[in-house]
């Protein structure tokens, strides 16, 4: 059966602006009033005959005179020593190119997480101000950190829509809370809702490159049957022909449009013909890389003459010390992201083209962010095969993935690399993505160009910048005043500051003076060349270094120490309280408070305060096609004991394929049909599978199929003892050694009749293959 029959599809959205209440803001630089779409009251006519009359003027709102297109590139995970342009050791000509006639900010800040920062981006408020202190899958009941972006934030896209501009967001999206990714919504945070007319990418925060849970708009979206698909591809060439379509049916009409690859995010998942290019490039090891970097940097004036390398972690080995297994090993995972950083600059390249055949790019404004926070140092010591075992507490061994070492990249892995790389590719700083209070977590690099807009080329900026300045800047090149109200619902005034004063004045005074940085207890406050910070606990680290209130405070003099080696706490003792103040002040105006440090606790939905689709139920009931559900909005069977009964309709032909499934490829579990035998199996993270399998097939007609785990207790990730039954007689039962603690996977669903994405059980196959040749009357999963 077509999988598209067996999917229930959501339905369309419906419109996207509510009838808005008028607002009329002046812009006194255009001396234009901006009315969101608002149709005139009716004329009344005697006349009988409309050709006796003459049609009033149309009504139509757009963008002002000269409004430019606007893109956002923003690259997932990439540090700041990664790319060329900013002196790093991967080639990034398309970014390059830019820059070359733009402009590059070597003082642009992130917030060091990627809901956080995508958040703020579109809104131009601080990550706290709308509800996103950490990533929607870990968000809390507290004021700040509940995942649910607030109607009062509205985002750029939308102020832009109600002003005559198209929109479109490509990639990764991770703004929707996870209780409300699903069919049942709401949709009121899905990007639909959240002002673009067009979405097509993935919801959460990773996906497989290879075989991607996508959607356009509400609509799941099927996997095309070709071996060489890679979503990178794929959402490029979307975007690429919605921005010619868009041209082709309105030219006048500007566009929006927000492109944010899963890249350079773990999985790592590249072509082989792009890794094969980068063989041998890193042999010089992490240490000797990070060098040259900071040479070209110095070269290039990305950073002051003069400037060290900051001290790296402790627990980041030098090179020299490693085994050649462990050299050997990571080159490889070095070889592989530069790769995927290459092939993702090749496809923004492929989309500014597209833009530059309708001859809108000179008047285009393109921000091109080589992160949303600093490289990744989540892979750890060693890096793993499955980026899902950082997630459940499991350390991979070397000489386990050296087994592995052809496939990295490729379908067959889930790959991150060693911590040591983050370093590396966050030179010259010493931290990494999720250290809010350290450059290395949010400093990225960023260029800007704007042919018809901006003067200065091939330029360097260095005035204090954040993500939340992006949406004012835009505003203000636009000619858009900020909206005071939206959709009837009254605005928290943006708190960002626009950049637009830098584009043509390189000595301009800087204007973006205080900003705090806060993201699991990583803290920190930058205020007029001055920065204070305590560095509470590093990615890889399952507590915290010390308690909040005892925590060690530096200080720095940053507009004269770029990679913060010179701590002054000792020295300015009093400067040193006067930005903890400082930053307490902040904290307490932006909703930042009280300061949570919690990390994998908060998987635990329960123990935060979380909102559960699944709240107080110990069971779910489904049928055939009820697929795509993923792990936030499914019942949680981690930890516990369950029992998964199926009534099933059995053809004369035998049946074959999904009952229902949970997870994929890297982990998950599957009850399934196999030539006609009923069977489960576990796989633990890819790395061990456990099948409990009948020995005979299932009879024509009704049966029931029920599974029954009792899970040993005891703790977490523990194993139990599964039992199968065919029509109340148990038929097999088996030991599972190990099951998964702390999540399945981010994009990998549950489904009833089909498998989708990757194959739990490889026999099986997924999307078409594993199709359910009979019919799922009923199957219920409990748990207790």
């Known amino acids: 059966m077509d999988r598209l029959k067996k999917i229930i599809i959501c339905s369309m959205l419906p419109a996207l602006c509510f009838i808005p209440t008028a607002f009329a803001v002046t812009n006194k630089a ?33 963008a002002p005179e000269g409004a430019p297109n606007i893109v956002i590139v923003l690259i997932d995970d990439l540090g700041f020593g990664a790319t060329s342009t900013f002196g790093g050791p991967i080639p990034t000509p398309t ?116 075989a991607p849970y996508i959607y356009d708009g509400v609509t799941p979206v099927e996997l095309p049957q070709d071996p060489n698909y890679h979503f990178m591809n794929d959402m490029t060439v979307q975007a690429s022909t919605w921005v010619k379509f868009q041209h082709a049916l309105d030219p006048k009409k500007p566009f929006f449009i927000y492109f944010a690859p899963g890249a350079t995010h773990a999985p790592h998942h590249v072509p082989q013909d792009w890794i094969d290019k ?3 490039k890193f042999s010089k090891g992490w240490d000797v890389i990070r060098e040259e970097t900071l040479s070209r940097q110095i070269e290039q004036g990305i950073v002051p003459k003069g400037t060290p390398l900051a001290e790296k972690p402790e627990a980041i080995k030098d090179w020299a010390s490693l085994s050649k297994d462990e050299q050997r090993l990571f080159e490889r995972q070095a070889e592989v992201f530069a790769a995927y950083v290459d092939y993702t600059d090749h496809h923004v390249g492929e989309l500014l083209n597209a833009i530059e055949e309708t001859g809108k790019l000179d008047n285009t404004l393109v921000f091109y962010i080589a992160g949303d ?50 370093v590396s590719f966050n030179s010259p700083f010493g931290w990494m993505k999720q250290v809010a209070s350290d450059p290395g977590g949010t400093r990225n690099g960023m260029v800007v160009h704007w042919p018809k807009g901006i003067k200065a080329k091939n330029e360097i900026r260095s005035q204090f910048g954040h993500v939340i300045d992006i949406a004012p800047t835009i505003l203000e090149a636009s000619g858009l005043p900020e909206p005071k109200v939206v959709n009837s619902t009254p605005q928290i005034p943006m708190e960002g500051t626009s950049l637009a004063y830098s584009f043509d004045d390189q000595g301009a005074q800087e204007r973006h003076t205080t900003q705090y940085f806060e993201i699991s207890g990583n803290r920190a406050i930058y205020h007029k060349g001055w920065y204070a910070r305590t560095i509470h606990r590093a990615p890889w680290e399952a507590k915290p270094r010390h308690k909040l209130g005892e925590d060690n405070w530096e200080l720095y003099k940053i507009d004269e120490d770029f990679s913060l080696v010179n701590d002054l706490a000792s020295k300015e003792p009093k400067k040193l309280e006067q930005m903890k103040a400082l930053f307490m002040a902040e904290a307490k105006k932006y909703h930042v408070l009280p300061i949570d440090d919690r990390l994998f606790e908060r998987m635990d939905g329960a123990s935060v305060g979380r909102p559960n689709l699944m709240e107080g139920r110990s069971s779910i009931s489904l049928s055939d096609g009820m697929s795509g559900m993923l792990e936030g909005v499914f019942i949680n069977v981690k930890n516990r004991s369950k029992a998964i009964t199926a009534e099933l309709e059995i053809p004369e032909t035998g049946a074959n394929g999904t009952v229902i499934v949970q997870g994929g490829r890297f982990g998950g579990w599957s009850l399934y049909v196999k030539n006609g035998v009923p069977a489960y199996t576990y796989n633990f993270l890819g790395l061990q599978s456990t099948t409990i399998s009948a020995k005979e097939k299932l009879p024509a007609g009704t049966a029931k199929v029920r599974y029954e785990f009792d899970y040993d207790g005891g703790g977490q990730g523990k194993g139990g003892l599964g039992k199968l039954f065919v029509n109340g007689k148990q038929v097999a039962s088996g030991r599972i050694d190990h099951t998964q603690a702390g999540i399945f996977s981010a994009d990998e669903t549950a489904d009833v009749g089909i498998d989708l994405g990757t194959a739990v059980v490889p026999s099986i196959g997924a999307e078409r293959a594993s199709d359910f040749s009979g019919y799922v009357k009923n199957v219920t999963v409990e748990v207790r």
């Open 30 to 62: 255009l001396d234009r009033t901006i009315l969101p779409i608002q149709l005139p009251e009716r004329p009344v006519y005697n006349e009988l005959d409309a050709r006796n009359v003459k049609a009033p003027e149309p009504v139509e709102i757009g």
């Open 95 to 210: 970014l390059d190119e830019l820059a070359e006639n733009g402009l590059r900010y070597n003082n642009f800040h992130t917030t060091a997480l990627c809901s956080p920062t995508r958040a703020a981006l579109k809104a131009g408020r601080n990550h706290h101000t709308v509800n996103m202190g950490f990533i929607t899958e870990m968000a809390t009941s507290f004021p700040g950190a509940t995942g649910q972006i607030p109607n009062t934030t509205a985002p750029l896209a939308e102020t832009l829509r109600l002003n005559g501009y198209s929109t479109a967001a490509f990639g990764k999206w991770h703004e929707t809370a996870a209780w409300e990714a699903s069919m049942a919504g709401p949709f009121d945070r899905w990007p639909h809702h959240q002002g673009f007319d067009k979405f097509y990418g993935f919801i959460g925060g990773e996906t497989n490159q290879w």
């Open 278 to 280: 980068w063989k041998g």
């Open 373 to 422: 926070n600093g490289t990744s140092g989540e892979g750890g010591e060693n890096g793993m095969f499955n980026e899902y075992t950082y997630f459940n507490g499991v350390h991979e061994k070397v000489e386990d993935m050296l087994k592995l070492i052809d496939k990295w990249g490729g379908p067959e892995t889930y790959p991150h690399m060693a911590a040591g790389w983050s």
